[in-house]
């Protein structure tokens, strides 16, 4: 968020958005492939292909928020 028009409660709710996104997008992604995969598999994976699943998802989110919001991630 290089954008200095902002003022400081814009810029910490724009802040909160941006990780709202990420949390939501990331968990929703990491969650619907794990069901997905279990179903199929009938077996768990490791816990670290679903952590970069969600951080993965979480920051294209992220990235078409501000991309959206009209400012440079």
Known sequence: MS???LSPGQALGRWMLDVLIFILAGGSA????ALAYQAIAQTKTPLGIYAVIFAA???IAYRQTERVLGTDA
Do not use: C, T
């Open 57 to 59: 998802s979480g920051f």
């Open 30 to 33: 990491a969650g619907l492939s």
């Open 3 to 5: 954008d200095s028009s």
